[in-house]
């Protein structure tokens, strides 16, 4: 167990023994020395009634923090808790993206209130950041961006900054703009602060500059920064105007969601589930998938009723059957989780797709052959029969080889129909190799053994 770990638990134990005997002080005293992010995570790991009791602890001035760190369901149950004016107290201070975050969760009346309380250039940015997708670089980005133009010297930029009197956090760099806006280069602080304050901005900037156009998807974004090793860059129009900047720990963020999300998803869960929600929901939401399931374990049913008078005459097929469909079902969760994972990485497209499906296959007939020889011996050792041994080492070779080839074939189908192939990928793989499984070894053993 890391330390990370530890300290969580730790943390957890003396917050819920400070609840449960009602000793303010000491979980005040616990969340003064916590990040908010830390608070929010303390918040998402304890039941319903002990969290509502932190949350009245936590300090209004770091509320809107909190807020934005916490699950979207979390989030819910933590504004039932507070009232109009506390709501809007939390949000002031907020950035714009962080505030379009919040935004939409709010309540109606909520909301026209926050907006009333704005002035007209904050609520005009707030509506410019909503007008993006949810999913996109424009909501992502940061607006406090610093743009200097190329034709001026170092020490202009020098005065420009003591003017301004502070930089944006995370500020590795300036924006070099034209006079239209468009952007040109970005000039690292490093030489700001290190070259002779003579020299014009166009003799230090970077021209080959990495642009974000505002519509790109945010996982898109997170991969260019992770191939293009960056640490910030400008977001764009479509004319190639500055609109402001991403920086990488926005992009954490996005990859820690993204993460998430397919963890969940591999469950056929909400990314946003609360661990700590009340049993009827969360009982409902995975009822949804464990019904698809259902259907899909009668189809597969049907299959070996199918064969009921194979089964009755050779018992050992009974014996035997659930070895098939499990090594199938092995192979085909390997490729599936290899297949989804490039495809959330970009690296499969229509241009590589039938060389992998070939790979696959190769890797399915290897495996399926050596493995069926390992069962073939071990069903002939047990049964005393030939036949048998044969015969499960041909389904276990074609049940492998239908694995391999849905492992590939099914994200990519999902994906073409606008489905999310980590949500639903492993029902259909089930399926596909419960039934082939099923069809092959007891078909055969019905032509062959009977």
Same mark, same amino acid.
Request: aromatic share 2%.
């Given at each position: 167990m890391n330390d990370t770990t530890e300290?969580?638990?730790?943390?957890?134990?003396?917050?819920?023994?400070? =609840?449960?005997?009602?000793?303010?002080?000491?979980?005040?005293?616990?969340?003064a020395d916590l990040e908010p992010a830390e608070i929010a995570l303390l918040l998402e790991s304890l039941p319903p009634a002990d969290r509502i009791r932190l949350w009245e602890r936590v300090p209004a001035e770091v509320d809107g923090e909190v807020l934005l760190h916490v699950h979207d369901e979390v989030r819910s149950t933590l504004l039932d808790d507070m009232d109009h004016a506390e709501i809007v107290a939390a949000a002031t201070g907020l950035d714009t993206t962080d505030l379009a975050d919040l935004f939409e969760d709010l309540p109606q009346l909520v909301a026209?209130?926050?907006?009333?309380s704005m002035d007209e250039q904050q609520r005009q940015r707030l509506q410019e950041t909503l007008a993006f997708e949810e999913d996109s670089a424009g909501r992502l980005m940061r607006t406090d961006t610093i743009g200097v133009r190329a034709d001026v010297s170092l020490e202009t930029v020098h005065r420009f900054l003591r003017w301004k009197e502070t930089v944006p956090d995370n500020t590795d760099a300036l924006m070099v703009v034209d006079? /239209?806006?468009?952007?040109?280069?970005?000039?690292?602080?490093?030489?700001?602060?290190?070259?002779?304050?003579?020299?014009?901005?166009?003799? =230090?900037?970077?021209s080959d500059v990495d642009f974000i156009s505002m519509g790109m998807k945010s996982r898109d974004v997170a991969t260019l920064f992770q191939t293009h090793d960056l640490s910030s860059a400008p977001v764009v129009d479509d004319e190639g105007r500055l609109l402001g900047r991403i920086v990488i720990e926005d992009i954490v963020d996005v990859i820690r969601d993204n993460s998430e999300q397919a963890l969940m998803n591999m469950a056929g869960l909400d990314e946003?589930?609360?661990?700590?929600?009340?049993?009827?929901?969360?009982?409902?939401?995975?009822?949804?998938? =464990?019904?698809? /399931?259902?259907l899909t374990a009668f189809l597969a049913a049907g299959v070996i009723g199918r064969f009921e008078a194979a089964l009755d005459q050779i018992v050992a097929l009974a014996v035997l059957m659930p070895i098939v469909a499990s090594m199938g079902g092995i192979a085909g969760s390997q490729t599936l989780t290899l297949a989804?994972?490039?495809?959330?990485?970009?690296?499969?497209?229509?241009? /590589?797709?039938q060389w992998l499906m070939r790979k696959e296959i190769g890797i399915a007939i290897l495996n399926g052959v050596g493995w069926a020889l390992v069962v073939a011996l071990l069903a002939i050792l047990w049964f005393k029969s030939l036949g048998i041994g044969?015969?499960?080492?041909?389904? =276990?070779?074609? /049940?492998?080889?239908?694995a391999g080839i849905a492992g590939i074939a099914i994200p990519l189908v999902l994906k073409r129909m606008g489905i999310d192939p980590a949500l639903s990928g492993s029902v259909v793989l089930t399926t596909v190799t419960d039934v082939v499984g099923f069809m092959a070894f007891l078909g055969l053993a019905t032509l062959f053994l009977l």
């Open positions: 300290t969580l638990e730790h943390r957890l134990s003396g917050i819920h023994a400070a =609840l449960v005997k009602d000793e303010t002080e000491l979980v005040d005293e616990v969340v026209e209130d926050m907006l009333r006079r /239209n806006g468009l952007v040109v280069g970005i000039l690292p602080l490093a030489r700001l602060v290190s070259h002779d304050t003579d020299m014009a901005v166009a003799d =230090l900037m970077d946003e589930e609360d661990l700590f929600a009340p049993v009827l929901p969360s009982a409902r939401r995975r009822a949804v998938w =464990l019904g698809i /399931n259902l989804i994972r490039g495809m959330a990485l970009g690296q499969i497209s229509r241009t /590589n797709s044969v015969i499960i080492a041909i389904a =276990l070779v074609i /049940n492998m080889l239908a």
